[in-house]
């Protein structure tokens, strides 16, 4: 059988190893990957449910779930409404809203915005890594599931210049039509307001996202590439959560590097954040993925993606 000779001292190749700069863009997951933000959360939090369970007579472990699962409903630890939404504002304080902001609601976001003040810190080597990647002329893009104020005010605080952009999801207020009604709208309304005016100088611009956006959804990943102008490809992706940032980086084939130092809490939190805050009926079936992301790499620390570009 005739077989053609290939030159192949005539074609001009160079293996992927030889390429000087394969990676364009690195999306960067926030909380657990470039911050902690159970750091000050969790301290706040502990604090306000002994507070509360003397001064209401409950139990603690029946406030923390109360407050579970209005976290669980709304998606986040940080929603505006979070106290307002809860049975125990409801049962205690239906007729005496403003009372209950004085004294519960206005003490919880104070001590909650004083600790993230000073504990909010970034990951070891992490400022020094975004610094070395905008060194290299590569973008750093962060894609996170935190609601769009609370992205401004960790960015502010600790990132603002470092990043070439943060996609964060938008802040729903409640439908009047909705069953898990707030007592009372007008101080998270006011406190939402309050922080988008104290972060209106970022110098990183912020793209607010559809909440149906949240990972692994792959539309906020989309508008990123096409933003950015990079085909997969030419990016990486670091995360500390194999469930959403793993499989969103996969629904595209990017490289993923799980950042496994975020993966784990302090013993301490572990309590708190996996078993008092948890409801305690499971979530759906259906609502559990079950697969496996494609993983690059497993990182000890941030800098190691400087291994993977």
């Known amino acids: 059988m005739y077989q053609p000779k290939i030159q192949t001292d005539a074609v001009a190749f160079r293996l992927a190893s030889q390429v000087d700069q394969r990676t364009k863009l690195v999306i960067t997951d926030v909380d657990g990957t470039l911050a902690s933000f159970w750091d000050y959360f969790v301290p706040a939090v502990r604090d306000f449910l002994r507070d509360v369970s003397i001064r209401l007579d409950i139990p603690v472990a029946q406030l923390a779930e109360d407050i579970g699962r209005v976290v669980e409903r709304r998606g986040t630890h940080e929603y505006p409404w979070l106290l307002e939404e809860t049975g125990f504002a409801w049962a205690h304080f239906a007729d005496k809203p403003d009372e209950f902001v004085r004294d519960f609601v206005k003490p919880f976001w104070a001590a909650m915005d004083e600790n993230r003040s000073k504990y909010l810190r970034p990951y070891p080597q992490v400022v020094e890594t975004l610094q070395e990647l905008k060194r290299l002329g590569i973008k750093v893009v ?168």
């Open 142 to 309: 962060a894609l996170s599931d935190a609601p769009d104020y609370m992205a401004r005010i960790r960015n502010k605080q600790v990132f603002d210049g470092l990043l070439d952009a943060v996609y964060a999801l938008e802040t729903v207020e409640p439908d009047k039509k909705d069953v898990w009604q707030p007592l009372t709208l007008e101080y998270g309304r006011q406190r939402l307001a309050d922080l988008k005016k104290s972060t209106a100088n970022l110098k990183t611009q912020l793209h607010v996202i559809p909440k149906d956006y949240e990972k692994p959804c792959p539309h906020g990943l989309d508008l990123v590439l096409r933003d950015f102008g990079v085909f997969p490809y030419e990016t990486i992706f670091v995360g500390d959560s194999l469930r959403k940032d793993g499989l969103v980086a996969a629904s595209r084939g990017i490289r993923f590097v799980w950042a496994h130092y975020g993966h784990q809490l302090p013993a301490e939190y572990e309590e708190l954040v996996h078993q008092a805050l948890k409801p305690v009926t499971p979530a759906p079936i259906e609502t559990q993925i079950e697969a496996a992301p494609f993983v690059e790499a497993i990182a000890a620390r941030y800098d190691e993606l400087l291994n993977h570009i």
